[in-house]
């Protein structure tokens, strides 16, 4: 489940306790996510500006209705059923070519290289992704 919560406009735990009956008992779902509260999006926020994108327009593409905390995450499961066997944050992407604003987009080759040395040094909790590993308990 990559990407995938965070444009639910459902409640978590309802569309979590729905995949907890697809899993096979003891089973396994990786849940991966952006961190609501990583440093990029505290950067923002203290300048006053809106970290989150609006929900849009189109229908077909609303982008994110919700982006959540590792810890959120890991409470909504285990309320669902799940047992948090793994939770693990970090930028998962090479920085100097992850660009999401549009076809255009050039590389960024020495901020991103920058943003690669950097992010691994960062505390969990300000890392952009979360990935978390849950057993089906």
Do not use: W
Request: with cysteine; hydrophobic share 35%; charged share 25%.
């Amino acid at each position: 489940m990559a990407e995938v919560i965070e444009h639910l406009h459902t409640a978590p735990e309802l569309v979590l306790a729905f995949i907890r009956t697809l899993v096979a008992d003891g089973g396994l779902l990786v849940l991966q996510t952006p961190n609501a509260a990583s440093l990029p999006k505290r950067i923002k926020l203290a300048l006053g500006r809106n970290p989150y994108e609006r929900i849009r327009a189109d229908a077909s593409n609303p982008g994110h209705f919700r982006e959540y905390t590792a810890s959120e995450l890991c409470r909504l499961a285990e309320s669902s059923g799940f047992r948090t066997e793994r939770c693990r944050s970090g930028y998962y992407f090479d920085a100097r070519y992850a660009r999401h604003r549009g076809p255009a987009d050039r590389p960024q080759p020495v901020i991103g290289t920058l943003k690669n040395s950097v992010y691994p040094l960062l505390p969990p909790t300000l890392r952009e992704g979360i990935t978390l590993v849950l057993r089906r308990a």
